[in-house]
T-cell receptor, first 114, second 115 residues
């Protein structure tokens, strides 16, 4: 069974640009969560999608958005990039997202904003 | 409010020795799960071990064991027989029902294994 995949793995963008990151969950999984990891703030929850609906949201500005498609693949978008958006973005998938023990992480996308 | 505290920013251990990484948590929920993840320099989060709040026995997975003390709200990770490949960042994390099942992570502990 293939694991969670994220594309691209590395990305360099310029301040003010926008970026879209993609996450393909494990086959059959319908919940996708996104996390941001920075040296200063650590790992922080961004949002969670289930069956194409955002079910949970962290404390991030509106520049961060996401969506989920009918095949459960998810994308997150960051508009008007700032230097502080440089981070490792991780997604995680699970069957329902309502099981305490189940969460599988992808390898992450490392975004650098210059 | 849910919170995870890892008080050891960095730890050194001699190869083949055991090491304990500390983790305390704060929650008012009765149903929660505790995790430990390993993150090497590549960035991927590698699942190590899970402990449910209702599990009576401490979880074990190979060389990893979780010392779960519910009354003290601690969930320390014990790595036995350390190997050079264990050098990495280690995160303690928690998911709880009241928190909407999102995962909260601690700040992490960087482990260095010396030959």
């Amino acid at each position: 069974k293939a694991g969670v995949t994220q594309t691209p793995r590395y990305l360099i963008k310029t301040r003010g640009q926008q970026v879209t990151l993609s996450c393909s969950p494990i086959s059959g999984h319908r919940s996708v969560s996104w996390y941001q990891q920075t040296p200063g703030q650590g790992l922080q929850f961004l949002f969670e999608y289930f069956s194409e609906t955002q079910r949970n949201k962290g404390n991030f500005p509106g520049r961060f958005s996401g969506r989920q498609f009918s095949n459960s693949r998810s994308e997150m978008n960051v508009s008007t990039l700032e230097l502080g958006d440089s981070a490792l973005y991780l997604c995680a998938s699970s069957l329902s997202g309502r099981n305490l023990y189940e969460q599988y992480f992808g390898p992450g996308t490392r975004l650098t904003v210059t | 409010a849910q919170k995870i505290t890892q008080t050891q920013p960095g730890m050194f251990v001699q190869e083949k020795e055991a090491v304990t990484l500390d983790c305390t948590y704060d929650t008012s929920d009765q149903s929660y799960g505790l995790f430990w993840y390993k993150q090497p320099s590549s960035g991927e989060m590698i699942f190590l071990i899970y402990q449910g709040s209702y599990d009576e026995q401490n979880a074990t997975e190979g060389r990893y064991s979780l010392n779960f003390q519910k009354a003290r709200k601690s969930a320390n990770l014990v790595i036995s027989a350390s190997q050079l490949g264990d050098s990495a960042m280690y995160f303690c994390a928690m998911r709880e029902m009241e928190g909407g099942f999102k995962t909260i992570f601690g700040a992490g502990t960087r482990l260095f294994v010396k030959a």
